[in-house]
Structures are given as structure tokens and as C-alpha cells.
């Protein structure tokens, strides 16, 4: 039972992560406003870098180098001792900051409802409608093609 417990926290922390990863700055930032965000240290100042992006080809799904990546990192523990960490592509240090920030809000007891009802919850709705829109645009212009067959006579 335990254990069921564990995976759900960890699938919902998962899905929060996703969430934010695909959601701009500006819109976790102004979730974020609507709660009261609390005590906080960093762990790690958000800082940037590069990860090696890995690919895969051939028949057999060969792993090799496709290039590199900059990504921004944070890592902050709450007063009350959850610890988050953050990770974005691109060298934006305060998105990587809110995503650790909210990492470590989802996995207290406390804060966990307050943060889905009004951050991650928003975000993914407008996440899902933008890729539901997206999808109706790609299938405006798909194209059927059909192949007539002759009689042999």
C-alpha cells in the first residue's frame, strides 16, 4: 500500500514537471501570483549549461552524440524541508527557479492542492488546448489520397 502511495506521488509530481516544463515564464509566473509562495532558500542558484542530446538510428535504434543543449537548473528546499529542482531547455534561470519552487510546493502535504488547483491545473488546460488546437490546424490541410483500380478487361 505504501508503495501505491509513493507511485501516485510520484506520478503526480511527473505530470506537474511536464506541465510546467512545456508552459512559457511569463505564464507560471503569473499562476504563481495568485498563492502565497512560502519560505524558501536555494539549494543551487540557478545557473545555466549544456547537456549532450543523445539520438538513436538504424534498424537497431544505435544510441550516438546528436549535439548540445542549454538547459538552466535550480534546486530550493522549503522552511518546512520538501526539496525541488528544476530544469528548463534554453538559458531562462527564473523559469528553472519557479519550476523548483513549484516542485517542492507539490510535494508538501500542506501546499500540494493549492498548487494544482491554481498553477498546474491552468497551465495544463491551456497546454491541452493549444496542442488541441494545433492538431485541428494539421488536420485542416491533410490530404487523402486513394488509389482507383482498373478492371482488367
Do not use: W
Request: hydrophobic content about 45%.
Amino acid at each position: 500500500m505504501d508503495s501505491m502511495v509513493r507511485n501516485s506521488k510520484e506520478a503526480q509530481r511527473k505530470a506537474a514537471m511536464a506541465v510546467l516544463a512545456h508552459s512559457g515564464a511569463t505564464e507560471i509566473a503569473g499562476r504563481l501570483a495568485d498563492i502565497t509562495v512560502p519560505a524558501h532558500e536555494n539549494l543551487r542558484e540557478p545557473e545555466n549549461g549544456l547537456v549532450m542530446v543523445r539520438g538513436r538510428i538504424g534498424g537497431d535504434g544505435a544510441p550516438f552524440n546528436l549535439g548540445e543543449a542549454t538547459v538552466s537548473r535550480a534546486a530550493v528546499r522549503l522552511a518546512t524541508g520538501e526539496v525541488g529542482f528544476g530544469y528548463t531547455l534554453g538559458r531562462d534561470i527564473q523559469k528553472a527557479q519557479m519550476i523548483a519552487l513549484c516542485d517542492a510546493m507539490v510535494q508538501s502535504a500542506e501546499l500540494v492542492g493549492e498548487v494544482e488547483a491554481k498553477v498546474i491545473a491552468p497551465l495544463r488546460a491551456v497546454m491541452i488546448a493549444e496542442r488541441s488546437r494545433k492538431a485541428e490546424e494539421t488536420a485542416a490541410t491533410r490530404v487523402d489520397f486513394y488509389t482507383m483500380v482498373r478492371g482488367e478487361g
